[in-house]
Nanobody, 124 residues
Framework: QVQLVESGGGSAQAGGSLSLSCAASGYARGRMCMGWFRQTPGKERERVAM?????????YADSVVKGRFTISQDNAKNTVYLQMNDLKPEDTAIYYC????????????????WGQGTQVTVSS
């Protein structure tokens, strides 16, 4: 069973920075992608960024990130990171790490494995 353990997050002032990390374990077969989603109360979980293991290609949700967030990975550690800069109060959410083992999961957000979530709070 794939397990994802997130760390980081917390609180920041608007304009500040935070970083998240997520370590994966328990893969029965190769990892295809890892990424980040976020969710606020009453809203659907939205995709923030995804990075693919094989070629390190990246898919950002431009409407969310707008050049402020950077996703990266360390394949040797099965870890993905999210550096968040120029934070805004609207970035306040629970951030979830996700991983997929097949491309369809990575493309369509189906059958993904999920972390427990970590709170990010940005104050104005």
């Amino acid at each position: 069973q794939v397990q994802l353990v997130e760390s980081g997050g917390g609180s920041a002032q608007a304009g500040g920075s935070l970083s998240l990390s997520c370590a994966a374990s328990g893969y029965a077969r190769g990892r295809m992608c890892m990424g980040w989603f976020r969710q606020t109360p009453g809203k659907e979980r939205e995709r923030v960024a995804m990075i693919y293991t094989d070629d390190s290609s990246i898919d950002y949700a431009d409407s969310v990130v707008k050049g402020r967030f950077t996703i990266s990975q360390d394949n040797a550690k099965n870890t993905v990171y999210l550096q968040m800069n120029d934070l805004k109060p609207e970035d306040t959410a629970i951030y979830y790490c996700a991983a997929g083992t097949i491309r369809r999961s990575c493309l369509y957000n189906t059958g993904l494995y999920w972390g427990q979530g970590t709170q990010v709070t940005v104050s104005s």
